[in-house]
């Protein structure tokens, strides 16, 4: 059967073709890759169909390609071609090929649950990516509107840990890659950490998400390399899409981050990089426990648990034990947490000084660990061994200036729970000075969360001066989309 288009689907798919920056040819090739062979019509036959459909020249089009372009552009059959006409007072939208086109399709398109799943192929996992940067870049700001999804991260962790793997292959496009640029693109990932990790993420998000955008996601689909080149960048692409994903959660962009990790995961997956797919689920289970909603953080913390049982990865399953104890904690499980902080430590003492730990889970040391048991203890009212082991938290890397700004916060937050105001406003201010070098607004949403635990104490003259100094050195707290 023979589908009549319309001109907004002819505007569409120019517009999706044109958004990617692709041209007549390279659509061609990629519905050609994405067809069974047996079926393939000449590349000369199909960049004659498709300038036919754009054009209008041909308005029939069947349900195998209706299908084909769905699968091409990583969108739904029905969102592609079901587009209602027009009145004039929406004329714009879809009539032409100009930026109000380009915006809507952007925009509406990566806002949607599609980019809320994992995708099930290549090609569209890289266009998925794609154009989440294209539209973070364009107005990232759009996505404070949208709401946490409390399914989405644990659907995709349950398809990373069930599906079926699809097989990489070596890259066919047009731009030869080799080892030595992929490595690049890691030295350029843990140089924009550092950075994030002394400056906080509004510094330098928008330069790593360009970076993203604009260098790193066309590789995915246009590399010419190898097998294992093309591995290690999926998995190098999707470290970049997991700090973009974290640095959208340090300004409290929580959907926005909910969106990287779960295509992070996704290119995890094709990499077949089973380590990081771990350390993204436990991102995630760290986002959920900073939505509190507990239930879902423990779900990824032990998908990220199997992952480090999996790759023999101690330090990966200490991470989500410890992850899965913070959830515990939430639910005021006293005896369930204890439990699993017991199997974290032991899962630490495993892991040693092992020369194998990635580069990005590095920052996952003593006293990163020690910060993790703290909160746990602070989500159970239990302010002396908050005090204790925030204590041991600071005995951290200087380098990261957040992680001290949010490590002061807790201790005084220890001393809040112990009664002990002056202690606690003493590392308040401290708290305070560190998160006023910084770009986060998460860091700002500490020093809230520690004068919440001294609101008991609101009226003596400590509190009263610690909130006044905290009012005059820190912006207001944002919270975009933070609660389902």
């Known amino acids: 059967m023979a589908y009549q288009t319309t001109s907004q689907v002819r505007a569409r798919l120019r517009a999706e073709r044109k958004h990617r920056g692709w041209d007549v040819v390279r659509l061609a090739r990629e519905m050609l890759a994405a067809m069974d062979e047996s079926q393939r019509p000449t590349l000369t036959s199909m960049v004659r169909s498709i300038e036919r459909w754009e054009s209008g020249t041909n308005r029939g089009m069947s349900e195998r390609y209706r299908?084909?372009?769905?699968?091409?552009?990583?969108?739904?059959?029905?969102?592609?071609?079901?587009?209602?006409?027009?009145?004039p007072e929406n004329r714009g939208e879809y009539m032409g090929d100009g930026a109000a086109l380009e915006a809507v399709v952007v925009h509406r398109d990566v806002a949607e649950l599609?980019?809320?799943?994992?995708?099930?192929?290549?090609?569209?996992?890289?266009?998925?990516?794609?154009?989440?940067?294209?539209a973070d870049l364009e107005d990232g700001r759009t996505f404070a509107e949208q709401p946490f999804d409390v399914a989405a991260c644990s659907s995709a962790a349950l398809?990373?840990?069930?599906?079926p793997r699809t097989a990489l292959g070596p890259g066919d496009g047009d731009r030869g890659l080799g080892m030595e640029d992929v490595q690049e693109i890691r030295e350029a990932v843990q140089a924009f950490r550092v950075l994030d990790n002394q400056m906080g993420a509004s510094r330098i998000r928008r330069t790593v998400v360009d970076y993203l955008c604009v260098d790193?996601?066309?590789?995915?689909?246009?590399?010419?390399?190898?097998?294992?080149?093309?591995?290690?960048?999926?998995?190098?692409?999707?470290e970049l899409a997991q700090l973009c994903g974290w640095q959208a959660h340090d300004l409290e962009l929580q959907a926005l981050a909910q969106r990287y990790l779960v295509q992070a995961l996704a290119l995890a997956r094709f990499?077949?990089?089973?380590?990081?797919?771990?350390?993204?689920?436990?991102?995630m289970s760290q986002l959920a426990i900073y939505v509190r909603r507990p239930d879902e953080a423990i779900d990824m913390a032990q998908a990220s648990q199997t992952a480090g049982d999996r790759t023999g990865l101690a330090v990966l399953e200490a991470e989500g034990l410890a992850l899965e104890a913070h959830a515990h904690a939430l639910r005021a499980d006293a005896t369930a947490c204890s439990q699993a902080l017991s199997r974290a430590e032991t899962a630490f003492?495993?892991?040693g000084n092992a020369d194998d730990v990635p580069p990005w889970l590095a920052y996952f040391d003593e006293a990163y660990f020690a910060a993790r048991i703290a909160h746990c203890y602070?989500?159970?009212?239990?302010?002396?061994?908050?005090?204790?082991?925030?204590?041991?938290?600071?005995?951290?890397?200087?380098?990261?200036?957040?992680?001290?700004?949010?490590?002061?916060?807790?201790?005084?937050?220890?001393?809040?729970?112990?009664?002990?105001?002056?202690?606690?406003?003493r590392y308040g201010r401290r708290a305070v000075d560190l998160t006023a070098k910084l770009g986060s607004a998460r860091a700002v949403a500490s020093i809230q969360g520690l004068l919440q635990d001294l609101a008991p104490y609101a009226s003596t003259e400590q509190v009263t001066e610690l909130r006044a100094y905290a009012a005059g050195r820190l912006p207001a707290p944002q919270r975009h989309a933070a609660r389902p």
């Open 67 to 87: 299908l084909l372009y769905a699968r091409v552009y990583g969108t739904s059959e029905k969102d592609l071609f079901d587009l209602a006409p027009q009145g």
């Open 114 to 134: 599609a980019v809320l799943r994992l995708p099930a192929t290549l090609s569209e996992s890289a266009s998925l990516i794609a154009a989440l940067a294209r």
């Open 159 to 163: 398809r990373w840990l069930i599906a």
């Open 216 to 238: 790193v996601a066309p590789l995915l689909r246009s590399a010419r390399c190898s097998e294992p080149v093309r591995r290690q960048l999926f998995s190098a692409a999707a």
């Open 271 to 283: 990499a077949e990089d089973d380590r990081l797919g771990g350390e993204i689920l436990a991102a």
């Open 349 to 351: 003492s495993r892991a």
């Open 378 to 425: 602070r989500a159970l009212g239990q302010g002396a061994q908050t005090e204790r082991h925030a204590q041991r938290s600071l005995r951290m890397d200087p380098r990261y200036i957040r992680g001290k700004a949010f490590n002061t916060a807790l201790l005084a937050s220890g001393y809040a729970a112990q009664g002990e105001v002056e202690e606690a406003c």
